[in-house]
């Protein structure tokens, strides 16, 4: 029986997988965990160092769409996330398939462009 049934999905990630995934730098994670109480990644009490999960990595994703994509301040974004964190997961889960279906009709439109 195996514990992680599906290989490739990890149970922690750094903060390096981490900021690379996200496309920002391991100094503005660190300063989210701040400003954003709960968010709050394992942390190795020998080293210091950070494990993220993907519940984690779930939370930074939405932080980031409201900071960096729609323009939130920080104390804004924490507000809307408090009052209400179910709405702004789901907002930032559609602009991500939003942005996903984007990417595929532009890789078509080149294969297409290139057909004629």
Known sequence: MSLNPNKN???????????????VNESLLRYWEKEFPHLRPKTVSSTKV????????????????LVKERGFKLAAARKYLNSNRQGAERSSDVL????????????????????V
């Open 9 to 23: 999905i990890k149970l922690y990630y750094s903060i390096k997988e981490v900021a690379e995934m996200l496309g």
């Open 50 to 65: 950070r494990q993220y999960t993907v519940k984690d990595i779930e939370q930074l994703k939405v932080i980031y769409n």
């Open 96 to 115: 991500e398939t939003l942005i996903s279906v984007r990417d595929e009709l532009k890789e078509l439109k080149k294969h297409l462009d290139g057909l």
